[in-house]
Every structure is written in structure tokens, then in C-alpha cells.
């Protein structure tokens, strides 16, 4: 295999998840992250036949997991003919060669399955390259652990390290002169979105921001009238979409971007930059949460981090729980002297309580059925139209 083409052929449509539990990932949050995870390899294509978890103070340096669970592992994944394992949590380049060793399996982490998963979803040139450069930055590290060809030595005149140099050194000069190509395209790529921004005169930009498949694409469908691609699988939009949007006599400019997730590799982060720029150089964001996950609270913890880290979590926002007609909740008996969760909670309770001071305005919806969705233009038009007039009194004879 040659190092620029990243393979995803998967032999077999079935996987073996592996979680760990710690000090910062207790048994109910281990179970709630492989859950995601099982969501994740159906995306790319997988069943999930089995879920790993084993209690560590700190990963095997080797293998990740100790001897005992991995022996447990190996002797399931061969008499059910498992071909791929894929542990929620990064691996070294280390640890994913012996795994590969130990398991004769194809062996995944969060983070290239996620990549795989973009790699997939890629359709236009400029994601693909984004996509392209985050899985080369990846693999780069990981060389070794991907070819076996890359121990034998080149030897020979003419080569560049003289005789005796791996063709290890020579498959990473040329991931590192992709990278830069890649990098460079880049560039090109952002200075025109950078133009393209700038050419979009004085309409004020909103931005959707929330965790992947939390029905952004929906939203800006039912906003903007339009035909966005819209899925129940994570990472169903990868390409920023931007519309026109007027609600009554205001207009302005919506874009739909990426969803967010827990562990989101820094590579897609840093290779997303002209799509996450749209985020950053947004007047105002709408929040979406997907109030009917049980984790909704993370997601939104999640995605707010992630608002902040790139620069924009200060801006003007409206918080949206979305998906209001999927919400359940479990009734607790008066008798009942258990502890009141969350999970007890009806969506009034919830409403009356602690959710609305987390962020003004906050609002809940239906954007399937439609439901508060008058409220929420009007909250929308309100925050546009006073940022407008705010920025461009000369022209507020027009409201």
C-alpha cells in the first residue's frame, strides 16, 4: 500500500468495541461512550457484535489493556470471526502494532474511525482535501504499523540516506511532502472562503453550532427552504452550507456547519479551519442540542468547549433544544424516595427548572413536527434585526 491512499476496505461487517474505566471515566460513562462508539462503526458501515470494558489505573503501554482482557478479546474475536477491534480511546503507534501483532485483526481507535468515517463523507474537493491532509497527519506517527513492507532496508547508489536506509524514512518524506501540498491547497482554499465572506456584503451571519446529528440540517432546511442533506448517522453534513435567509423583512446569511464530538481529534480540527472559520466570524450562533438524548447535558458541555477553544464561544448565541417530540422521561412514584435524576424529569419540570438559566435566550423545539418554531423565528428576527440596525443605522428606515 502505498502511504497517500488510506485504506478503508473492511472485510467483514462486524467489530468488538474495548472502553476502559477510571478514576475520570467511571463504569455509567464508559457504557455511555461505547454506546456513541457503536454509533460511530454503524456510520462507517459496521455491526457491533460485542462491547470490551476493563478497569484501568492507566493504559498497558503495550497492548492497552492488560494480558488477562486481551488473551479474553483474542479468544472471542477468532471464534467469531471478528475482523475488526476498535478500542475508544487513541492508541500509540506502539500499542496499535502489537495489538495488530498479538490479534491478527485490523485494529481502530476513536480518532481513525472518525477519520474514516470523514473520509466517507467527503464529497466536494475542498472536504476531501480537509480529510485528506487530517488522516496523513494521523498516519504519519503510524507508519510502521501500517505497511509491513517498511522494515526491509533500501540499500543501493542514488538513494538519499546512502545504503542501508528503511524505506520507513522514505514513505514519511514522502506523507511529509503530501502534507505540505495539502497544507499549501489549503491555504489557496481559505483566502478564496476568506474572499467569498467578505464578498457577502453587510447581511448578518448566523452560524448552527451543536454536536453531530443533532438536527442542524434540518433547521436551516425548514429556515431556509432549502434541500440540505439531512440523516439520523453522525457526521451527516462535512461541507458548510450557506443560505439566504429572510423571516419577514430581515435578511441574512445561515451557514450549517460541521457537528462537534467528545474526543474530536485535533487533526479534523486544525485541518477544518476554513469550515470552522464560518463559526468564528459568525454575528450570532444557534446552539443545537438534541434535548431527547439521554447525554444531551455533555453534548451541549462538549460543544461549548470546543466554541471556546477555536474562539468563539463569547458571541451572541441562542440555545435550541431541539427533538422535543422524541423526549422521554421515567415518572417517579410520590412514594418513591430514590433521588430524583434527570432522567425523572418531564419536559415541563425540565423547562421550569435549571435549563433555561444556562444560556438567553433558550428555547425548545420541534424541528421534525414543527412545534415552537414561530417562537423561534421570532426570537431569530428579533437578535438579527437589533444587530443590523446596531451596526448599520442608516439603513433602519428599512424596518
Not at 471515566?25 to 454506546?35: A, F, I, M, P, V
Not at 483474542?74 to 496499535?96: C, G, R, T, W
Not at 447581511?203 to 448552527?208: G, H, K, P, S, T
Not at 412545534?371 to 442608516?394: A, C, Q, S
Amino acid at each position: 500500500m502505498k502511504p497517500d491512499s488510506f485504506s478503508t476496505a473492511i472485510p467483514t461487517h462486524c467489530c468488538v468495541l474495548i472502553g476502559v474505566i477510571n478514576k475520570m471515566q467511571d463504569d455509567g460513562l464508559s457504557k455511555e461512550y461505547l454506546e456513541e462508539l457503536a454509533f460511530l462503526a454503524e456510520t462507517y458501515g459496521l455491526s457491533t457484535i460485542k462491547s470490551f470494558t476493563q478497569k484501568l489505573e492507566k493504559p498497558d503501554k503495550a497492548t492497552f489493556i492488560g494480558k488477562g482482557k486481551l488473551a479474553e478479546v483474542k479468544s472471542f474475536v477468532q471464534e467469531n470471526a471478528i475482523d475488526v477491534v476498535i478500542f475508544d480511546d487513541e492508541l500509540s503507534p506502539s500499542q496499535q502494532r502489537n495489538l495488530e501483532k498479538e490479534l491478527g485483526k485490523k485494529i481502530l481507535d476513536r480518532t481513525t474511525l472518525i477519520l474514516e468515517i470523514f473520509e466517507q463523507r467527503a464529497q466536494t474537493a475542498h472536504a476531501k482535501t480537509q480529510v485528506q491532509l487530517a488522516q496523513l497527519q494521523y498516519m504519519l506517527p503510524r507508519l510502521t504499523g501500517m505497511w509491513t513492507h517498511l522494515e526491509r532496508q533500501r540499500g543501493g547508489t542514488g538513494t538519499r540516506g546512502g545504503a542501508g536506509e528503511k524505506e520507513i524514512e522514505t514513505d514519511r518524506r514522502i506523507v511529509r511532502d503530501k502534507i505540505a501540498l495539502l497544507k499549501e491547497r489549503l491555504r489557496d482554499i481559505d483566502k478564496q472562503m476568506a474572499t467569498q465572506r467578505k464578498n457577502r456584503g453587510e447581511l448578518i451571519r448566523v452560524a448552527l453550532v451543536g454536536y453531530t446529528n443533532v438536527g442542524k440540517s434540518t433547521i436551516m432546511n425548514l429556515l431556509s427552504k432549502s434541500a440540505v442533506f439531512a440523516e439520523n448517522k453522525l457526521f451527516a453534513t462535512l461541507d458548510t452550507t450557506v443560505r439566504k435567509v429572510t423571516i419577514d423583512n430581515v435578511f441574512f446569511l445561515l451557514s450549517d456547519t460541521v457537528g462537534f464530538i467528545r474526543k474530536l481529534p485535533t487533526e479534523l480540527v486544525e485541518s477544518f479551519k476554513s469550515t470552522l472559520d464560518e463559526v468564528r466570524e459568525a454575528d450570532i450562533l444557534i446552539h443545537v442540542v438534541d434535548i431527547a438524548h439521554k447525554n444531551f447535558e455533555e453534548h451541549l458541555n462538549v460543544v461549548k468547549q470546543t466554541l471556546q477553544d477555536i474562539g468563539a464561544g463569547d458571541k451572541p448565541c441562542i440555545l435550541v433544544f431541539n427533538k422535543t417530540d422524541a423526549f422521554t422521561y421515567t415518572h417517579k412514584d410520590e412514594d418513591d424516595l430514590t433521588p430524583t435524576l434527570r432522567e425523572n424529569l418531564s419536559l415541563d419540570e425540565i423547562k421550569n427548572t435549571w435549563m433555561k438559566s444556562l444560556n438567553k435566550p433558550c428555547l425548545f423545539i420541534s424541528a421534525q413536527n414543527k412545534d415552537n418554531i414561530d417562537e423561534f423565528k421570532k426570537t431569530l428576527y428579533d437578535m438579527v434585526k437589533e444587530m443590523h440596525v446596531k451596526r448599520y443605522p442608516y439603513n433602519s428606515l428599512l424596518y
